[in-house]
C-alpha cells in the first residue's frame, strides 16, 4: 500500500478488530492467511530445512 492510497478507516477497520472477534467471526480469512504463511515457510524448506519445516506445522497448528 502506497502512502497516497492509505487510508486511516480503513486502517482502524482492518487494525482495530480485536484478535478474539477476529477469530470467533472470520475464521475462514484467518486460516487462509495462516495457510499462505505456512506455504512461505514450505518454500524456506531448502534454505532452512527442519527449522522451517517445525514454523510451518506450527503455523497450520495456530489454524481453527
Known amino acids: 500500500m502506497s502512502d497516497a ?3 486511516q478507516e480503513d486502517f482502524d477497520r482492518i487494525f482495530g478488530v480485536p484478535k ?3 477469530r470467533e467471526n472470520y475464521p475462514m480469512i484467518r ?3 495462516l495457510e499462505e504463511v505456512a506455504q512461505e515457510f514450505d518454500a524456506m524448506r531448502i534454505a532452512f530445512g527442519d527449522t ?3 514454523f510451518a506445522t506450527y503455523v497450520r ?3 481453527t
Open 5 to 7: 492510497s492509505f487510508n
Open 20 to 22: 478474539d472477534e477476529i
Open 31 to 33: 486460516n487462509a492467511v
Open 52 to 54: 522451517a519445516d517445525s
Open 61 to 63: 497448528d495456530m489454524k
